[in-house]
C-alpha cells in the first residue's frame, strides 16, 4: 500500500524558493513513477513534473521548466520538488502522485494515470 504525505509548503515571497517533499510511507515506493501536480485558485489541476521508478528520466512542464526540479531518493522513500524564482501564479495546492503502469512514460502527464495521491500542500507566493 502506498501512503503519500506532502510537506514544505508555506508561505513565500516572489523570487523565492521552497523545496517539497513527498515521503511513502509504505515499502513499494521504488515500484512507482512519481509526478507533482498542482491546483490553483480556481483552476483545473495542472501536471508539473515526473520523474522514472529510478530517477533516470525526468520531464516538466513548459510553465516551471527552468525553475523546477524534480528528484527522488529511493533510499528514503522520497520524492522532491525544488522550486525556484517562485511567481506570483505558483499559488496552489501542490500535490504529489504515484504511477505503477509500466506504460507511465507515455502519459506522465495524465493524472488519470496516477494510482495514488498525497493530501496536497499549499504554497503561496506573494508579492
Known amino acids: 500500500q502506498v501512503q503519500l504525505v506532502e510537506s514544505g509548503g508555506g508561505l513565500v515571497q516572489a523570487g523565492g524558493s521552497l523545496r517539497l517533499s513527498c515521503t511513502d510511507t509504505?515499502?513499494?515506493?521504488?515500484?512507482?513513477?512519481m509526478g507533482w501536480f498542482r491546483r490553483g485558485p480556481g483552476q483545473e489541476r495542472e501536471f508539473l513534473a515526473a520523474?522514472?521508478?529510478?530517477?533516470?528520466?525526468?520531464y516538466y512542464a513548459d510553465s516551471v521548466k527552468g525553475r523546477f526540479t524534480i528528484s527522488r531518493d529511493n533510499a528514503k522513500n522520497t520524492v522532491y520538488l525544488q522550486m525556484n524564482s517562485l511567481k506570483l501564479e505558483d499559488t496552489a495546492v501542490y500535490y504529489c502522485?504515484?504511477?505503477?503502469?509500466?506504460?507511465?512514460?507515455?502519459?506522465?502527464?495524465?493524472?488519470?494515470?496516477?494510482?495514488?495521491w498525497g493530501q496536497g500542500t499549499q504554497v503561496t507566493v506573494s508579492s
Open positions: 502522485a504515484a504511477a505503477g503502469d509500466s506504460s507511465w512514460y507515455r502519459t506522465y502527464s495524465n493524472a488519470y494515470k496516477y494510482d495514488y
Open positions: 509504505g515499502r513499494t515506493f521504488s515500484n512507482y513513477a
Open positions: 520523474i522514472s521508478w529510478s530517477g533516470g528520466n525526468t
